[in-house]
T-cell receptor, first 111, second 111 residues
Framework: KQEVTQIPAALSVPEGENLVLNCSFTDSAIYNLQWFRQDPGKGLTSLLLIQSSQREQTSGRLNASLDKSSGRSTLYIAASQPGDSATYLC??????????FGAGTTVTVRA | DTAVSQTPKYLVTQMGNDKSIKCEQNLGHDTMYWYKQDSKKFLKIMFSYNNKELIINETVPNRFSPKSPDKAHLNLHINSLELGDSAVYFCASNHRGGELFFGEGSRLTVL
């Protein structure tokens, strides 16, 4: 059974600092990995999707890396802003398309 | 034009009542999901339908019954509501394990 872990559970940084969010998974036979953002009282918004054959994906200030062999993905957010405050979740899709979510990292960016 | 829409957004009801939450996606996806997010914010898969057929049915009380009239709709009916059913229920959809799109959530409060 795939287990997805996100550490730390919460993170607080001053504005302008780079954010590093970690996601680890136990079964490296994955189809893809996605990073989501959830604002309070809202649904999840997809940020980046990395296919199993890819090593990284970039969108604006966001960069996500994937190392399947070690079962890790990292989401980097450059030059953080207060608007980046949210909960970030990673989800791993298995080859049978079954999804497993991490518990999320709640980020606070202090102005 | 909302990609995944669910109604109602808020639902307050008494214990023992029966209620339904509706979900529609206009993305042409073949797979739809229901997730439950509890007070600790952990996302738990409940059901998954692929082309109107049930493919995932996690350990959920049989008071919960999903219905998919067509591949663009997945409704959730809950009988005999209990206090522990209070949560936010999210509908989501994707195609062949691809990017997952979520609705805004339906917050159910059972009194």
């Amino acid at each position: 059974k795939q287990e997805v872990t996100q550490i730390p559970a919460a993170l607080s940084v001053p504005e302008g600092e780079n954010l590093v969010l970690n996601c680890s998974f136990t079964d490296s036979a994955i189809y893809n990995l996605q990073w989501f953002r959830q604002d309070p009282g809202k649904g999840l918004t997809s940020l980046l999707l990395i296919q199993s054959s890819q090593r990284e994906q970039t969108s604006g200030r966001l960069n996500a890396s994937l190392d399947k062999s070690s079962g890790r993905s990292t989401l980097y957010i450059a030059a953080s802003q207060p608007g980046d405050s949210a909960t970030y979740l990673c989800a791993v899709t298995a080859n049978d398309y079954k999804l497993s979510f991490g518990a999320g990292t709640t980020v606070t960016v202090r102005a | 034009d909302t990609a995944v829409s669910q109604t109602p957004k808020y639902l307050v009801t008494q214990m023992g009542n029966d209620k339904s939450i509706k979900c529609e996606q206009n993305l042409g996806h073949d797979t739809m999901y229901w997730y439950k997010q509890d007070s600790k914010k952990f996302l738990k898969i409940m059901f998954s339908y692929n082309n109107k057929e049930l493919i995932i049915n996690e350990t959920v009380p049989n008071r919960f019954s999903p219905k998919s009239p067509d591949k663009a709709h997945l409704n959730l009916h809950i009988n005999s509501l209990e206090l522990g059913d209070s949560a936010v229920y999210f509908c989501a959809s994707n195609h062949r394990g691809g990017e997952l799109f979520f609705g805004e959530g339906s917050r159910l409060t059972v009194l």
